[in-house]
T-cell receptor, first 113, second 113 residues
């Protein structure tokens, strides 16, 4: 079974731009969670989607948004990028929800200049 | 909300030695404690987990102990090998409405050959 895949793996953007990251969960998994990982703040929860509905949201500004499609693939979008948004963005999937063991993808490394 | 403290932030050992990483949590309702290993360029991978109804769990060279009264749990790696070098994260997760895991800040384990 293929693992969680994330695209692109690396991305460079400039301040003020917007970016869309994609995550394909493990086949059969319907829950997708997104995390931001930085050296200063560690792993921080962004949001969780299940069956195309956002079920939980972390403490991030409205510039961070996401969605999930009927095939469980998920995208997250960051608008009006700031230097502080530079981070590794990780996606994790489970069959039913974040209360289960999460399987992480390799992440998308975003650099904002 | 939950707060997880992880120590040490860096741990350097000689091959064959044991390594111990400790975490404390604040929410007594937390009942699931996973440990993740993150290698360079990869997402976190679950290596072992423990639930609050169990005091200790072992898997070959890896063991986790939980002290619910003191609200701390530890990862023990015996007979360390260079391939154990990575960043290790602990996490704590509750049930009900707040089942999103809270992660520790990570421990960089370096095993010298």
């Amino acid at each position: 079974k293929a693992g969680v895949t994330q695209t692109p793996r690396y991305l460079i953007k400039t301040r003020g731009q917007q970016v869309t990251l994609s995550c394909s969960p493990i086949s059969g998994h319907r829950s997708v969670s997104w995390y931001q990982q930085t050296p200063g703040q560690g792993l921080q929860f962004l949001f969780e989607y299940f069956s195309e509905t956002q079920r939980n949201k972390g403490n991030f500004p409205g510039r961070f948004s996401g969605r999930q499609f009927s095939n469980s693939r998920s995208e997250m979008n960051v608008s009006t990028l700031e230097l502080g948004d530079s981070a590794l963005y990780l996606c994790a999937s489970t069959q039913r929800g974040a209360q289960e063991t999460q399987y992480f993808g390799p992440g998308t490394r975003l650099l904002v200049l | 909300g939950e707060n997880v403290e992880q120590h040490p932030s860096t741990l350097s050992v000689q091959e064959g030695d044991s390594a111990v990483i400790k975490c404390t949590y604040s929410d007594s309702a937390s009942n699931y404690f996973p440990w993740y290993k993150q290698e360079l360029g990869k997402g976190p991978q679950l290596i072992i987990d423990i639930r609050s109804n169990v005091g200790e769990k072992k898997d070959q060279r890896i063991a986790v102990t939980l002290n619910k009264t003191a609200k701390h749990f530890s990862l023990h790696i015996t007979e360390t090998q260079p391939e154990d070098s990575a960043v290790y994260f602990c996490a704590a997760r509750g049930t009900g409405g707040s089942y999103i895991p809270t992660f520790g800040r990570g421990t960089s384990l370096i095993v010298h050959p």
